[in-house]
């Protein structure tokens, strides 16, 4: 059987090859080039000079990369011709030449194994569960909650391996924040070739950061081709879960919209709901007077007509940050109430569509996809993190945390100072006063500045006295009357699992435990709580960098891994030891402290709770996460034998 990234055999004329060539990835091509002839010249005879990649162009001259292109055309005709045969298997060593080749540096080998699973040249899925044995399987329902990114991955691979499984969604449609962010200009700010399930690589996309549309279809799809409608149940919500040792199961109550309830019996039970999607509305004196409309950014009321309206947009975080230019040019008036100055990343591609040429390679050029999501793994994993990290030693510590902080600041002010030129009063709003990437960074290609430069859009930094019934008054007594109020305030997200109830073992709260501290054993069980998983845990959002998709394929492997011990060996439970899960939040919380997160001058962030602590993100590089979850590690579990009845 051919390889699914072999690429599609194609028929398509000299010319129209020649024409896609001028939108490709020059260092994509060179690498498929490598495939398609089993010859390493075409690395070997080019090479990049950059330390950090330009995934679509390489830093290459431009007449180096006329010269791929000329030497690419008839290569790729010939392998036309010749009926576009499938490639042989290129030997591991040169596999290697061409990840350092593509990476400008030396790719180290903490990180062959997870790069190996993600370009997945043999295309066989290599996170894929193993199908149980029928009668071991029948015996181990599963309640998955929620049916965003990370409930249709459960729901796929549960499929695979042949589990009985309820989804148990709260919306009436599969995507989670995708399906329930609509408001305008909401799109993805990690690139959507990496922001996809490695095993479905959507060669469609019609932007590189594609837009909510695009991704809440993309969840849709998957839904349907991986036959998981007949197990999800729409529009109903889980309020509580209890676990009953007797008989070794959950009983999760759910609530239609009618507000009729209704158990499910499971013996696992798996969270979906991520991190960001209850909405947080601020306490504001006076909210409720507010005579005319007014929404969260997640809720956006699309039957409120914004033209010619005087509008509030309350927060400016990464939703503000999109909307704000998406209505700028309807609005009559648009105050964005920002309380704190976000940095932001330059990123002339963020609102880029793709080219016919491109999504043509994706389609035809063999492993040019898997290449091409290896370009935006690499500089858009880790690189994040070094910068994240604080050396002890970097002597400003109030400037930066670490040399290459300080690099990041540096290029960030850049950015901001070269486009606001004179206007000294905006420049005094929109720099940020506290170290680089210590908030989670924005992607931005100039729109944010040049929104807030309109005559019809203010900035306001004044903080929010009160809301009146048809004004916003800050703290200096100015009233800014407006007709509508936009909430881009964000969302609960350190409220781990708010607001269902978690019972476990002997009647353990989960909320109760966690008190404000959210801790998981790598993120995924908890103490007390036995087959309770989650996705998306606490210690498991990603501040950094990577994908929250990548991230939750580790984890359900992991998930996979518990679940077949549970059905093969006929087990009552599992759950992690208490000192296992105490030393995991140990050490994370070690590793936060050292981050520019934890920064003392970030007075406000999403990640900090109310005592200023964090427990949501994860402080670890990718190949530590990865290694850490790869498979359980059963010493550090209370089994429990023998499944009661
Ligand atoms: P957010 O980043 O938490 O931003 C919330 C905004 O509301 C901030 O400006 C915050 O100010 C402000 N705010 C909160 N409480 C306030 C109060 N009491 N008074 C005044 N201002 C207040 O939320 P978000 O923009 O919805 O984004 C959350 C996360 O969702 C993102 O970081 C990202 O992970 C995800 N997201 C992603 C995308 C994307 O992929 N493009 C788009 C949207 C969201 P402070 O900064 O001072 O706290």
């Given at each position: 059987?051919?390889?699914?990234?072999?690429?599609?055999?194609?028929?398509?004329?000299?010319?129209?090859?020649?024409?896609?060539?001028?939108?490709?990835?020059?260092?994509?091509?060179?690498?498929?080039?490598?495939?398609?002839?089993?010859?390493?010249?075409?690395?070997?005879?080019?090479?990049?000079?950059?330390?950090?990649?330009?995934?679509?162009?390489?830093?290459?001259?431009?007449?180096?990369?006329?010269?791929?292109?000329?030497?690419?055309?008839?290569?790729?005709?010939?392998?036309?011709?010749?009926?576009?045969?499938?490639?042989?298997?290129?030997?591991?060593?040169?596999?290697?030449?061409?990840?350092?080749?593509?990476?400008?540096?030396?790719?180290?080998?903490?990180?062959?194994?997870?790069?190996?699973?993600?370009?997945?040249?043999?295309?066989?899925?290599?996170?894929?569960?193993?199908?149980?044995?029928?009668?071991?399987?029948?015996?181990?329902?599963?309640v998955v909650i929620g049916c965003g990114?990370?409930g249709?991955?459960?729901?796929?691979?549960?499929?695979?391996?042949?589990?009985?499984f309820t989804i148990i969604e709260k919306n009436v449609g599969a995507?989670g924040?995708?399906w329930?962010?609509?408001?305008?200009?909401?799109?993805?700010?990690?690139?959507?070739?990496?922001?996809?399930?490695?095993?479905?690589?959507?060669?469609?996309?019609?932007?590189?950061?594609?837009?909510?549309?695009?991704?809440?279809?993309?969840?849709?799809?998957?839904?349907?081709?991986?036959?998981?409608e007949?197990h999800i149940r729409w529009g109903t919500e889980v309020t509580d879960a209890?676990?009953?040792?007797?008989?070794?199961?959950?009983?999760v109550t759910t609530r239609c919209a009618d507000g009729a309830e209704s158990t499910v019996?499971a013996?696992?039970?798996?969270?979906a709901v991520?991190?960001?999607?209850?909405?947080?509305?601020?306490?504001?004196?006076?909210?409720?007077?507010?005579?005319?409309?007014?929404?969260?950014?997640?809720?956006?009321?699309?039957?409120?007509?914004?033209?010619?309206?005087?509008?509030?947009?309350?927060?400016?975080?990464?939703?503000?940050?999109?909307?704000?230019?998406?209505?700028?040019?309807?609005?009559?008036?648009?105050?964005?109430?920002?309380?704190?100055?976000?940095?932001?990343?330059?990123?002339?591609?963020?609102?880029?569509?793709?080219?016919?040429?491109?999504?043509?390679?994706?389609?035809?050029?063999?492993?040019?996809?898997?290449?091409?999501?290896?370009?935006?793994?690499?500089?858009?994993?880790?690189?994040?993190?070094?910068?994240?990290?604080?050396?002890?030693?970097?002597?400003?510590?109030?400037?930066?945390?670490?040399?290459?902080?300080?690099?990041?600041?540096?290029?960030?002010?850049?950015?901001?100072?070269?486009?606001?030129?004179?206007?000294?009063?905006?420049?005094?709003?929109?720099?940020?006063?506290?170290?680089?990437?210590?908030?989670?960074?924005?992607?931005?290609?100039?729109?944010?500045?040049?929104?807030?430069?309109?005559?019809?859009?203010?900035?306001?930094?004044?903080?929010?006295?009160?809301?009146?019934?048809?004004?916003?008054?800050?703290?200096?007594?100015?009233?800014?009357?407006?007709?509508?109020?936009?909430?881009?305030?964000?969302?609960?997200?350190?409220?781990?699992?708010?607001?269902m109830?978690?019972?476990?073992?002997?009647?353990?709260?989960?909320?109760?435990?966690?008190?404000?501290?959210?801790?998981?054993?790598?993120?995924?069980?908890?103490?007390?709580?036995?087959?309770?998983?989650?996705?998306?845990?606490?210690?498991?959002?990603?501040?950094?960098?990577?994908?929250?998709?990548?991230?939750?394929?580790?984890?359900?492997?992991?998930?996979?891994?518990?679940?077949?011990?549970?059905?093969?060996?006929?087990?009552?439970?599992?759950?992690?030891?208490?000192?296992?899960?105490?030393?995991?939040?140990?050490?994370?919380?070690?590793?936060?402290?050292?981050?520019?997160?934890?920064?003392?001058?970030?007075?406000?962030?999403?990640?900090?709770?109310?005592?200023?602590?964090?427990?949501?993100?994860?402080?670890?590089?990718?190949?530590?996460?990865?290694?850490?979850?790869?498979?359980?590690?059963?010493?550090?579990?209370?089994?429990?034998?023998?499944?009661?009845?």
């Open positions: 059987m051919r390889n699914r990234y072999a690429g599609e055999p194609f028929t398509t004329t000299d010319s129209e090859i020649a024409a896609a060539l001028e939108h490709l990835s020059i260092p994509t091509l060179l690498l498929s080039c490598v495939h398609i002839t089993g010859d390493p010249r075409f690395i070997r005879d080019f090479r990049q000079n950059g330390i950090f990649l330009n995934e679509i162009e390489g830093f290459m001259s431009e007449d180096d990369k006329a010269r791929a292109r000329a030497e690419a055309l008839p290569v790729i005709v010939d392998y036309r011709d010749r009926g576009c045969p499938q490639p042989a298997p290129l030997p591991a060593g040169l596999v290697k030449e061409m990840m350092d080749w593509a990476a400008c540096e030396i790719v180290p080998d903490a990180y062959l194994g997870l790069l190996a699973e993600e370009l997945d040249l043999e295309g066989r899925d290599p996170r894929s569960p193993a199908p149980l044995e029928p009668s071991r399987a029948a015996e181990l329902p599963v990114e990370s249709v991955l459960a729901g796929i691979r549960l499929a695979q391996a042949r589990l009985p995507g924040t995708w329930e962010n609509d408001y305008p200009g909401a799109r993805v700010d990690v690139a959507n070739h990496f922001y996809c399930y490695s095993f479905e690589p959507n060669n469609g996309w019609g932007h590189y950061f594609a837009e909510q549309p695009e991704l809440r279809a993309y969840f849709g799809d998957l839904v349907a081709k991986h036959g998981l007949e209890v676990w009953d040792e007797e008989t070794g199961t959950w009983t019996t013996r696992a039970v798996i969270t991520g991190q960001l999607n209850r909405p947080h509305l601020p306490d504001l004196e006076g909210a409720d007077t507010f005579a005319g409309p007014a929404f969260h950014s997640a809720a956006w009321d699309h039957s409120i007509d914004l033209t010619g309206k005087r509008v509030a947009l309350i927060g400016a975080g990464a939703s503000g940050f999109q909307i704000a230019p998406a209505i700028a040019e309807k609005v009559a008036q648009l105050t964005v109430f920002q309380r704190t100055a976000q940095w932001m990343f330059p990123n002339p591609m963020y609102h880029d569509v793709v080219a016919d040429g491109v999504r043509w390679a994706l389609e035809h050029l063999p492993f040019y996809g898997r290449w091409y999501r290896f370009l935006l793994l690499w500089p858009g994993a880790d690189k994040g993190l070094e910068a994240a990290r604080v050396d002890p030693d970097y002597p400003d510590q109030d400037y930066a945390v670490s040399e290459i902080n300080a690099l990041a600041r540096q290029m960030f002010t850049g950015w901001i100072t070269d486009q606001v030129g004179d206007d000294q009063e905006l420049l005094a709003k929109v720099l940020p006063d506290y170290p680089a990437t210590g908030k989670r960074t924005l992607q931005d290609n100039g729109t944010w500045l040049s929104t807030l430069r309109r005559d019809n859009v203010d900035l306001c930094r004044d903080p929010i006295r009160r809301i009146t019934p048809h004004a916003v008054q800050t703290e200096d007594g100015a009233l800014r009357e407006v007709d509508v109020i936009i909430y881009a305030t964000g969302f609960r997200h350190t409220e781990v699992l708010w607001p109830r978690v019972t476990g073992r002997a009647g353990t709260d989960l909320h109760a435990l966690w008190g404000n501290r959210p801790y998981a054993y790598l993120g995924i069980t908890v103490p007390s709580f036995p087959n309770f998983f989650l996705l998306y845990g606490p210690g498991a959002h990603l501040a950094h960098g990577g994908s929250l998709i990548f991230n939750s394929e580790l984890e359900m492997r992991y998930i996979d891994a518990c679940l077949a011990k549970l059905a093969d060996e006929g087990l009552h439970s599992i759950e992690p030891s208490t000192q296992a899960a105490a030393e995991w939040h140990r050490a994370t919380q070690a590793a936060i402290a050292q981050t520019v997160w934890a920064h003392p001058s970030i007075k406000h962030s999403y990640f900090k709770n109310a005592d200023g602590e964090i427990h949501t993100v994860s402080p670890w590089r990718l190949d530590e996460y990865w290694s850490a979850v790869r498979e359980p590690d059963w010493s550090q579990f209370v089994i429990t034998q023998g499944v009661s009845s």
